[in-house]
């Protein structure tokens, strides 16, 4: 059974930095494609960014990019979201997931996905 595990969120003032952990565990690593998302009480999952097991190749939402870094280390099963410049919009939980047959026009949308973490808190405010 895959398991994710995520850790890393808090409060941090705006243009401050945050890093997200999420550790994989009951599969191979390095054969799926990860992702963040985040969602905000009443309203619908959003994506925020997404790494393809091959290549590594990475998506960002648009009003991201340039802030946030999705990265990965095989070696220790786990996918990272750096958190740069954080605005009080980016306030969310946020939730790692994984799927091991995702592919490029899934991945975007959260039901794809067929493994999620519990969600990490990230509160952005002064």
């Known amino acids: 059974q895959v398991l994710l595990a995520e850790s890393g969120g808090g409060w941090v003032q705006p243009g401050g930095s945050l890093t997200l952990s999420c550790v994989h565990s009951?599969?191979?690593?390095?054969?799926?494609?990860v992702a963040w998302f985040r969602q905000v009480a009443g309203k619908e999952r959003e994506f925020v960014a997404a790494?393809?097991?091959?290549?590594?190749?990475?998506y960002y939402l648009d009003s991201v990019r340039g802030r946030f870094t999705i990265s990965r280390d095989n070696a220790k099963s786990t996918v990272y979201l750096q958190m740069n410049s954080l605005k009080p919009e980016d306030s969310a939980v946020y939730y790692c997931?994984?799927?091991?047959?995702?592919?490029?026009?899934?991945?975007?949308?959260?039901?794809?996905?067929?493994?999620w973490g519990q969600g990490t808190q990230v509160t952005v405010s002064s």
């Open positions: 790494m393809r097991a091959n290549g590594g190749y990475t």
């Open positions: 997931a994984a799927d091991q047959s995702l592919i490029l026009s899934d991945v975007r949308r959260h039901m794809a996905y067929d493994y």
């Open positions: 009951g599969g191979t690593f390095r054969r799926y494609s």
